[in-house]
Each structure stands twice: as C-alpha cells, then as structure tokens.
T-cell receptor, first 113, second 114 residues
C-alpha cells in the first residue's frame, strides 16, 4: 500500500514564525503536491514537483515555498506565517502517467494565532 | 467561471436509492477525470477515474463522461449510510506552462438517510 505521511496532524504557530511542513512517501512516486483545503473553497494547489529539485507554482503559491531534495520528501515552508494561512494542508503523491491517481497524506491542521 | 464546478449540496438520498453526483469543467482540453471520496476529518481517497467518453463501472459505482458537454458524473447504486461523505470531482489538464495539473471541485456532500 502507498503510504504518505505528514510530520504533524495539528500545529499551532504564531504570526511571523517560519513554519515547516514535511511530507514523505514510500512508493517511489515521481510527483508530489501540496494543497490547502478550506471550507467553501475546496482543495487548492500551492506547489507541485515532478522530479527531485524541481518545483512549480500552483494556483496559490504566495506566502509559501517548497523544497524537494530527495525523491521521497517534499517540504512546504511558510516563510512568515499569517493568520490567513490557517488551514488544512494536504500532501499528495502520484506516479507519472495519464491517470495520475493521487494518494493523500492524513493532513496537517495548521492554526496561526 | 470556475474550472471545475460542483453543487456543494448536501444531497440527501434514502438508503438503497441511486445517488447522482455531477460535475462540469471549463477546459475542453482536459484529459482525465477523477472522483475522490472524503469522509469528515479524513483525507480524500480515489474511487474512480475515467478518460474516455461513456460509462465506467466498478461495483456500485459508475462514472460517466461526456466531453462534448464537458460533464462528468458519478452514480452510486444501492446507496448505504457508509457512503455519506463529500465527493470531490477532479480534472487533469495542461496548464499554460505545459504542466499537467489536477484541479479539484469544492465537493458535493452526500447524506444517505437510513
């Protein structure tokens, strides 16, 4: 079974802090994604990566950066957390190919106070 | 116009009935279409994907795709209370940078009434 793990289920940070969210997958997937999910807005893509050291902006990259130094690990960084970044953050991975089924991690509920 | 549109619901159906979930998309070049199920407090999990016009059946689930109408649907036969969840429609498309990206709808909440 594919397993995608995220470093924390719940996280509380203060405004202005630098925040690291880690995601690891164990199935040698090429593609990795970071989403945030908010009520009424659905899942929105923040950043994605199709290869090691490769990253591309998604639909809402502002205020975020990412790092992919190893194939299995994709990190999301909030350089200076703000209250509007309070959200559920979901990491996903997939193989390359047309179907591109994505496997999701359990999510990190981030609260910025 | 949103890239992927779904009615947020809730859609209420009695146990044993057919639940019909609908999704429209705006990009005619979209290539693949997915239905994910998300239980409250959990992450999405794939139910089905389809990329050819017509129907695709898997157990109690049938995905239907009509590319001319830019419409994809999910039918759930013999609905069970355990089917109560939010169903996310997702569409694979190529963005302006040439990258394939998946865009999700906001999801339809389904309630199956015992």
């Amino acid at each position: 079974d594919v397993k995608v793990t995220q470093s924390s289920r719940y996280l509380v940070k203060r405004t202005g802090e630098k925040v690291f969210l880690e995601c690891v997958q164990d199935m040698d997937h090429e593609n990795m994604f970071w989403y945030r999910q908010d009520p009424g807005l659905g899942l929105r893509l923040i950043y994605f990566s199709y290869d090691v050291k490769m990253k591309e902006k998604g639909d809402i990259p502002e205020g975020y950066s990412v790092s992919r130094e190893k194939k299995e690990r994709f990190s999301l960084i909030l350089e200076s957390a703000s209250t509007n970044q309070t959200s559920m953050y979901l990491c996903a991975s997939s193989l390359s190919g047309r179907a591109r089924e994505q496997y999701f991690g359990p999510g990190t509920r981030l609260t910025v106070t | 116009q949103k890239e992927v549109e779904q009615n947020s619901g809730p859609l209420s159906v009695p146990e044993g009935a057919i639940a019909s979930l609908n999704c429209t998309y705006s990009d005619r070049g979209s290539q693949s279409f997915f239905w994910y199920r998300q239980y409250s407090g959990k992450s999405p999990e794939l139910i089905m994907f389809i990329y050819s016009n017509g129907d695709k059946e898997d157990g109690r689930f049938t995905a239907q795709l009509n590319k001319a109408s830019q419409y994809v649907s999910l039918l759930i036969r013999d609905s069970q209370p355990s089917d109560s969840a939010t169903y996310l429609c997702a569409v694979l498309r190529v963005d302006s940078g040439g990258y394939q990206k998946v865009t999700f709808g906001i999801g339809t909440k389904l309630q199956v009434i015992p």
